[in-house]
């Protein structure tokens, strides 16, 4: 498979995943939350979301600059590790009441270089 279609259906899955997650956060999960965690879980629903959504552009950011799959490779790897990481440990943080509170900045530093990997891709790209 190739990383352009790799990075597409990540993108694709992880983002079911978050609506399936936020549905679970918004029904069932709610009863067993308290405030702090509910306001935890969100933002690790959000932020996998936004950057789901960001690897489905990844994916069609090859076909666009097809001269830059190294950096968009780069790029994509980024941001699903920082899902995991970000998102992840937030999820761990909230279930198994694990601090994971070093974890997370990796993933949030790992976000931002798949965003700035992205604009390079788009700034060397020849098309």
Not at 63 to 81: E, F, I, R, T
Request: overall charge positive; cysteine-free.
């Amino acid at each position: 498979m190739t990383m352009q279609k790799t990075f597409f259906i990540s993108g694709a899955i992880l983002g079911g995943l978050a609506v399936a997650a936020g549905a679970y956060g918004a029904h069932a999960g709610a009863k067993y939350m308290d405030a702090e965690s509910a306001i935890t879980f969100g933002k690790a629903v959000r932020y996998q979301m936004y950057h789901a959504i960001v690897l489905l552009a990844v994916g069609l950011a090859y076909a666009q600059w097809p001269d830059q799959k190294n950096v968009l490779k780069w790029a994509g790897y980024s941001l699903l590790g920082g899902i995991l990481t970000f998102s992840g440990s937030l999820y761990i943080i909230v279930f198994a009441k694990i601090p994971m509170g070093y974890v997370t900045p990796l993933g949030g530093t790992l976000f931002v270089l798949g965003w700035f990997l992205l604009a390079w891709a788009a700034y060397k790209g020849q098309k």
